[in-house]
């Protein structure tokens, strides 16, 4: 097999650097355009809607010109709609930039995560964990790098156009490394065509995966986006309490490393079931303990149990049978962003009724039924190509 994980893994890399690197400068374009909170919410909407629009259509792209094609193109659309954000003039014109690059980056979401996939079906071992981890390398280095040039009063638009270069010349020196198509094999394509009543059957797992999805967002968007306001409450300084998604992103990539190994030892259906597990004990341990230290260890140990559970998705939608990898892939991504989208509301309104410390317990309660459907959502068997030669292997993705 020429492909090689390196190269798809830089792409996670590029895609973990180009869609997050122009958020922590969100402050600038909020006082430059004179947007106040709840009208830089609305703006934000833009990528959201960019992203939900151009899925399915990701999704169909991938499957009829393979995902390497759709990874690399995307690529090079994100990359060259970054600066607009910085350039925009006025909130609608930043609404637009935002939809544009949300449809860029959902593309290239899908197409990445469809040849992680099918990687993994070529090789017969877990990738898909590390690759995410990769992703998280990125987005940190996005972080890190906003934050040193911000110090140093450089624009936003020069900002975005470096981060651009990067990201381009990051997919087009992978792009002869990436796996080349991701068809699903032949006999399968004809025993779907000749079996429509299989639609019911195809339709209940990604049914299932898509619904374990939408909670999976919720149950990393909760943590990431609300423990700094816990810990401010908690009595943490601001600087201590902007500290609380750090805490559980390293929790993330730490269990991004391993993952793959305990996948392929112990079956993804007991590595979710075992996240899920560490997810509860943490939030509830940082919950119920009421101590600004307990909460950011229990961070971490929530993140570390967090990790798993995309990769787990994207593994096993690519891995179902008389699906296209693409739409596969398509529909998880949907699911994710649908739960990114109505997690905040979740939270809000449990924070406002019964407060944001029971919020989080509710978090882990959530954690727990997903860990309660982990063998049923998994534990299945399915088709997946063991080599190059197309040879094909019954294995089970649990």
């Not at 609305?42 to 995902?67: E, I, K, N, Q």
């Not at 905040?344 to 509710?362: C, H, N, S, Y």
């Not at 309660?365 to 997946?384: G, Q, S, Y």
């Amino acid at each position: 097999m020429s492909a090689r994980p390196w190269a798809i893994a830089a792409v996670f890399v590029a895609n973990g650097l180009g869609g997050p690197s122009f958020l922590p400068r969100l402050p600038e374009r909020q006082a430059a355009l004179g947007l106040s909170d709840a009208g830089l919410g609305l703006v934000l909407t833009g990528m959201a809607f960019g992203a939900l629009a151009a899925s399915p259509v990701a999704g169909r792209a991938v499957g009829r010109v393979g995902s390497r094609t759709v990874a690399i193109g995307a690529a090079v659309a994100v990359a060259a709609s970054l600066w607009t954000v910085g350039a925009a003039p006025h909130p609608v014109a930043l609404f637009l930039a935002l939809a544009a690059i949300g449809a860029a980056d959902a593309a290239m979401d899908i197409a990445m995560n469809a040849n992680g996939a099918a990687y993994e079906r070529l090789a017969g071992w877990s990738l898909m964990h590390r690759l995410h981890g990769a992703w998280s390398l990125g987005a940190l280095a996005a972080a890190g790098v906003a934050a040193l040039l911000a110090a140093h009063h450089v624009s936003l638009t020069w900002h975005l156009l470096g981060v651009g270069l990067v990201v381009i010349a990051a997919a087009l020196t992978s792009r002869s490394r990436m796996v080349a198509d991701d068809h699903i094999p032949r006999h399968e394509v004809l025993a779907a065509r000749a079996a429509p009543r299989r639609a019911r059957l195809v339709a209940g797992p990604l049914a299932a995966l898509a619904a374990v999805t939408v909670a999976g967002a919720v149950i990393e968007g909760g943590p990431s986006d609300w423990s700094a306001l816990r810990l401010e409450r908690l009595g943490a300084g601001p600087g201590a309490a902007a500290l609380g998604f750090a805490a559980f992103a390293a929790g993330m990539l730490a269990g991004r490393l391993i993952g793959d190994r305990l996948t392929d030892r112990h079956g993804g259906a007991a590595v979710l079931r075992g996240g899920m597990v560490l997810v509860a004990v943490g939030l509830l341990a940082g919950a119920l303990l009421d101590h600004p230290l307990v909460f950011g260890a229990g961070l971490v140990v929530a993140g570390v149990g967090a990790a798993g559970l995309f990769p787990l998705a994207f593994s096993a939608a690519a891995t179902t049978p008389g699906v296209a990898a693409g739409a596969a892939a398509a529909t998880v991504s949907l699911a994710a962003r649908l739960g990114f989208m109505v997690e905040p509301v979740i939270m809000g309104t449990l924070a406002q009724l019964v407060g944001l410390r029971w919020a989080f317990v509710a978090v882990a309660a959530l954690a727990v039924a997903v860990a309660l459907a982990a063998p049923r959502v998994l534990d299945r068997p399915v088709r997946v190509v063991a080599g190059e030669e197309g040879t094909v292997a019954d294995l089970r993705t649990g």
